[in-house]
């Protein structure tokens, strides 16, 4: 039998922000990441494309800035 080699978890090494965009055509919450600028959406159900609202880049950048970059978000209790 094959010895199973353990492997230690991994800590992020960075962090994205995902929007959720309501598909126009079939109604469908598309998981998008953050578009800072405006820019067309492609519907994984429908296959359809949609004009996407672009979020603020600020926000987006404060957000990372706050967690940190994802080093923030690690669960203390874990580590």
Known sequence: MAEQKF???????????VMLY?????????PLLAPTEPSMGNC???RKQF????????????IK???NNGQ???DPDFV
């Open 22 to 30: 309501p598909c126009p055509h079939c109604g469908r919450n598309v």
């Open 51 to 62: 004009p996407l609202v672009p979020v603020d880049n600020t926000t987006v950048q404060y």
């Open 72 to 74: 923030a978000a690690i």
């Open 7 to 17: 492997i230690t978890p991994v800590r992020p090494v960075g962090m994205e922000l």
């Open 65 to 67: 800035l706050i967690l």
């Open 44 to 46: 994984d159900f429908c």
